[in-house]
């Protein structure tokens, strides 16, 4: 079953069945501002933080995650009433056409009903602290309507906490006022906590009290005021606030009209020159075409055509769009993710910084920069910092968003914690990062660049990077192998004093990306030393994981060895055995005999399990992981982020056929004509699908914050199309299915526009046989070109 479709030419995904199984949603906003806006409008906007600076109140969890950003239109003649999303009134559907199109960084409502055609667009100006909602609407009928356009929205008490408990203070705190066609909305007791909303025309009544608009015993679906045809004028010093204009209008036949309603943060009188910049439609036209220009920019740097329809809609539009979500809004602002967590994950950030130095080099760089400085002098990461503690332009500062009622935050002394906090794997994704960035955009200079430790002092970037290394090279068990300390990148493995086999995979793969590095900038004696280090940790890998078909997972604080071919529950593992394979760690036998058990015992046709059989019996050696029920999250779930570690282990086998099973199976897009079985967006990976042990097997949960989105943006155009940059060229070495006739990438890398073009006329999977550049040939790689030259690439493989 499905609830709607691809519009690849607009970039938008069209929901034409709007009562999703659960909220479908999008991000609004690029820069301060965001909102997280489901296809029936409910949500909520915050800005900066999604912590401490909530503009809107959300009530998440519930059967109807409520309120939202809603327009209600009512017909004067007749007193019935509608809304343009489907929610809050919902419609009967038999009877109302509705509609949401989520596009880059918008959304947009439709809905049709009783001759009445309307839309509402929401969006977020690129550097403006403004959400904007352009309605139209058209009388489509043969009569004159009277129609009357409320706006709803409720304010929030901007912290997280505030707005869910203990009101005694903040109810009495909060007020509004009605003035001039704006509504002001503050927060008494914080210096900057105010918001306004106003609109492009003069407001025939408000509502600034949501219970006075809302009415006793009623909710959203029903105000009083829309019911009645009159808003009541409230405003006042405390209680809890809303956004509410009306317009009354008259419609010809044939007629339509636009409005905009805004909503900004700061004082009434920071909402004047903005309305009436955006009385003119002109400038909200401008304001959505310079959207689309930010879009087509980062899109633009790498297109894909290939025989996979599904491929290319993913990577050319949806799969980017998420990753660029996740660097730009760190993780912690969704229906699931309501705000409680703010700041940024080593790990989570250092991945997610890597996949996309492409299309956002200056995040890259400056999420890079920031992880450098939450680094501390032994080499590990803090798991979870604010960027502002060790940014020189902030420190000591007061966010403009902290309230004087609430707990502060730890401290930054209080942060920086002991290293029985760290997890191992943390500080090792930061080195990959580093290399892609130079890789992609050629300043080696970054090396060099001074950087201070979180704990004191200060280092090159470069220094910081062997501190890392000799980190995990120190913090090994009695085997060799690295210690798995809070946990490794599995949360809940917590492997207590005992090891982790992936994390030495990682950081063979770290000191591998490092190598690359200190070579092409002619580092002899770092070269020298961290080759030894390298063969010391492959041979202990190699002389200690290995169980016969595939690699353990690890071992415990007591010896033993979990995901071996004894255990009857978490046998198999996919951490490991992909890290095996793609690090480098596994000889070409061992290799594929891992990755085929990897097939034989986690793959389902939703995607790869993270590990099977599920954990059953409770087993605190092992970690928390075996109190999660089975089938579900990192116990035998199809978690997605690791999904695409198995599409990269298989493109170093050249197996192009298993790694696109692989992909296609996990493919949110596959799944878009089983909506009955996955519920949630097929735009969107997410972070886990039901595994097999679950009786929901293919349920998929919690979209567009996960990991999985840069990783399988990052795995399938740089190892299944692979095309990747190096240091001084740029690498074509794809891995693809034999049937595949070949396929063509459009990609600028340093400012050089390539098309590439690829043949496979022999059906082999892997192995380049010849390359011309501009119709000569090149051995190797493709040499940096000028940047503002357009060149042609045919590749051919056999
Ligand atoms: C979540 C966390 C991530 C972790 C993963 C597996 O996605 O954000 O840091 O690696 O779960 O536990």
New binding site residues.
């Given amino acids: 079953m499905r609830y709607g479709y691809f519009d690849n030419k607009n970039r938008e995904y069209v929901i034409d069945r709007v009562n999703t199984p659960v909220p479908w949603t999008n991000y609004i906003g690029v820069n301060d501002i965001c909102a997280v806006l489901s296809q029936t409008a409910d949500g909520y906007v915050f800005y900066q933080s999604p912590q401490y600076h909530r503009i809107t109140r959300f009530r998440p969890n519930a059967p109807i995650s409520r309120p939202g950003h809603y327009v209600y239109l009512r017909d004067d003649d007749t007193g019935e009433y509608w809304s343009i999303s489907w929610q809050p009134v919902g419609k009967d559907l038999t009877k109302a056409k509705y509609e949401c199109r989520h596009g880059l960084s918008y959304s947009k409502y439709r809905c049709d009903y009783q001759d009445i055609s309307a839309s509402q667009t929401v969006f977020i100006p690129l550097n403006e602290p403004v959400e904007l909602w352009d309605v139209v609407l058209k009388n489509n009928g043969t009569r004159p309507r009277r129609l009357s356009v409320y706006s709803y929205l409720e304010f929030s008490f901007h912290q997280i906490d505030m707005d869910n408990q203990n009101f005694q203070m903040s109810l009495y705190a909060s007020g509004s006022s009605y003035a001039d066609g704006i509504i002001e909305y503050d927060l008494y007791y914080e210096e900057l906590g105010y918001q306004w909303f106003t609109s492009s025309f003069e407001p025939d009544g408000f509502d600034c009290l949501r219970d006075s608009f809302l009415g006793a015993y009623r909710d959203e679906s029903n105000p009083v005021a829309v019911e009645k045809g009159e808003c009541s004028g409230s405003f006042e010093k405390t209680g809890n606030h809303c956004a509410v204009l009306q317009k009354k209008l008259v419609l010809q036949p044939g007629e339509d009209v636009r409005l905009t309603f805004l909503l900004g943060e700061g004082k009434r009188e920071a909402a004047v020159s903005v309305r009436k910049k955006y009385s003119d439609p002109a400038n909200v036209d401008k304001a959505f075409s310079d959207l689309a220009a930010f879009w087509e920019e980062k899109l633009g740097k790498l297109q894909v055509g290939t025989p996979n329809q599904g491929m290319n809609t993913s990577l050319n539009i949806w799969n980017l769009y998420q990753s660029e979500v996740n660097i730009l809004f760190s993780?912690f602002a969704s229906f699931v993710e309501v705000g409680g967590r703010t700041g940024l994950?080593f790990?989570?950030t250092s991945q997610d910084a890597m996949t996309i130095a492409s299309s956002n080099p200056e995040k890259c760089r400056k999420r890079i920069v920031e992880l450098c400085r939450g680094l501390t002098q032994q080499g590990y990461g803090l798991h979870l910092f604010q960027p502002e503690w060790f940014d020189p332009k902030l420190r000591g500062k007061q966010q403009s968003f902290k309230s004087p009622t609430v707990v502060p935050t730890p401290s930054r002394e209080e942060m920086i914690h002991s290293i029985k906090d760290a997890c191992s794997d943390d500080a090792l994704w930061l080195i990959a990062a580093i290399s892609e960035y130079i890789k992609e955009t050629g300043e080696v200079s970054l090396l060099d660049e001074t950087v201070t430790y979180a704990d004191g002092g200060e280092d090159t970037v470069y220094q910081h990077m062997m501190r890392i290394l000799d980190f995990s090279d120190k913090q090994v068990g009695a085997t060799g192998i690295c210690k798995g300390l809070r946990?490794d990148?599995?949360?809940?493995l917590n492997l207590g004093g005992g090891e982790s086999a992936m994390v030495s995979f990682l950081h063979y793969w770290a000191i591998r990306h490092f190598l690359d590095l200190s070579r092409f900038i002619g580092k002899t004696e770092e070269t020298e030393k961290y080759e030894k280090m390298a063969a010391k940790v492959k041979k202990a890998c190699n002389d200690n994981l290995w169980d016969g078909e595939w690699y353990i997972r690890g071992i415990t604080a007591n010896g033993r060895k979990i995901g071996t071919h004894n255990d009857q529950e978490g046998k198999v593992h996919i951490e490991s055995n992909t890290w095996a394979v793609f690090s480098g760690v596994a000889d070409p036998d061992r290799a594929v005999k891992a990755m085929d058990s990897v097939d034989k015992y986690l793959y389902t046709k939703y995607g790869l399990m993270l590990n099977a059989p599920s954990y059953t019996k409770s087993d605190d050696e092992i970690g928390f992981v075996t109190r999660v029920y089975p089938g579900v999250k990192?116990n035998g779930s199809i978690?997605s982020?690791p999904n695409p570690w198995a599409w990269c282990a298989e493109a170093t086998l050249g197996r192009g056929d298993r790694a696109m099973k692989f992909y296609n199976a996990l493919l949110p897009y596959n799944q878009n004509d089983e909506i009955e079985v996955r519920q949630s967006e097929p735009y969107s990976y997410c972070?886990f699908v039901m595994g097999k042990d679950h009786t929901a097997f293919g349920r998929a949960r919690h979209p567009f914050m996960?990991?999985s989105g840069g990783w399988a943006y990052f795995a399938a155009t740089r190892y299944l199309l692979g095309v990747r940059p190096d240091f001084d060229c740029l690498i074509v070495d794809p891995c693809i299915p034999k049937d595949w006739s070949g396929f063509d990438v459009t990609r600028v890398w340093r400012g050089a526009a390539y098309q590439i073009h690829v043949e496979n006329p022999s059906g082999v999977s892997k192995g380049v046989k010849t390359i011309e550049l501009d119709g000569k040939a090149v051995s190797g790689g493709i040499p940096v070109q000028k940047a503002g030259t357009q060149h042609r690439v045919k590749v051919v493989m056999g």
């Avoid at 990148?489 to 809940?492: I, K, L, Q, R």
């Fill in positions: 993780r994950g790990r989570d946990a990148w599995n949360d809940c990192e978690f982020h972070q996960t990991g």
